[in-house]
């Protein structure tokens, strides 16, 4: 711990000093972030964590929805209200609607870190609006979606769990605060998050990243903060490798979402959904390799039944220990 306390002390003071010496490229990325928040962020993301928490605050069951979700991804029954959040929200909506409703006794711990595996994933209002503006023809945002999708529904599958189920019929929702003022935190902390790995993707454009080649760089920038490497993929000029590397950014979501996550479940391990993101990369990488070059990769996806097995094992280990 005292190890942890000095390295977090010294990146601190390292960081200050970065800030001190080269304000300017910090004023720059700073304000770049904010525009991108201002801009596309806010717009894409603030209506669905106010609607995410309506849905949950109002307990609604759709009886037709939860079928169809429980046949498809393995919801738990009762849950058939969480879809919508999981599925258009976008990042990390359906994280911090999974949070609320385990914080609220609606979902069990095993169950919630489940739904972490498959729950957070970009919305489609991210993808045709922001991501569909890098692509020359209309039918690609609408593959790639589909592509993301399929990733979440391959990694529901292969993380399993316990069938519990929810008691969203029986159990009102309590939720700290206004409805309003929760998505106000919530966008604030997101939007902080961003405009911090901004202000550092703004410092390795100036140390390195401008000697790197562009897809390289693109990929590096997209793995930091999504928003930013996909609004970059237009300086790629290949289409293909475009699509390919925009799908694998859209599954992974990059550390920036990662920590958005962190910041929207807090006490729930992340262990399934770093497993699901695995999975939802991999999925992604070879769905659209082969859609762009008219070609199979079966032979990475037979690590999916290894990641299947890990992921039954670290299930059953949970149920025998009683966490």
Sequence with gaps: MNRRRQLSWALSAFGMLILILDGKTALSGAADGIELCMNTVIPALFPFFVLSAALLRGAAAFPYL???????????????????????????????????????????????????????????????????????????????????????????????????????????????????????????????????????IAFLDRWFLWILPQSVRVALVGILELSNGCCELIRISDIPTRFILCSGMLAAGGLCVTAQTISVTQGLSLHCCFLGKLIQILVSLVLSYSLMYHTVLPIPLLLLPLLCQISKKRSGNRMLSGV
């Design 66 to 200: 939860e079928k169809v979700s429980s046949f498809l991804f393995g919801l738990p029954r009762g849950t058939g209200s969480l879809a919508l959040p999981f599925f258009l929200g976008g990042y990390p909506v359906g994280a911090q609607s999974v949070y609320h409703a385990y914080e609220s006794g609606l979902l069990q711990r095993p169950e919630a870190e489940r739904l972490l595996a498959f729950c957070n994933n970009a919305g489609p209002a991210f993808v045709f609006g922001v991501v569909g503006q890098m692509f020359p023809k209309s039918w690609m945002p609408w593959a790639l979606w589909g592509i993301h999708l399929s990733g979440a529904w391959l990694a529901a599958r292969c993380v399993r769990g316990g069938n519990t189920a929810a008691n969203f019929d029986t159990q009102p929702v309590k939720t700290k605060g206004s409805l309003m003022s929760g998505a106000v935190f919530t966008m604030g902390t997101v939007c902080g998050w961003i405009i911090l790995f901004r202000v550092l």
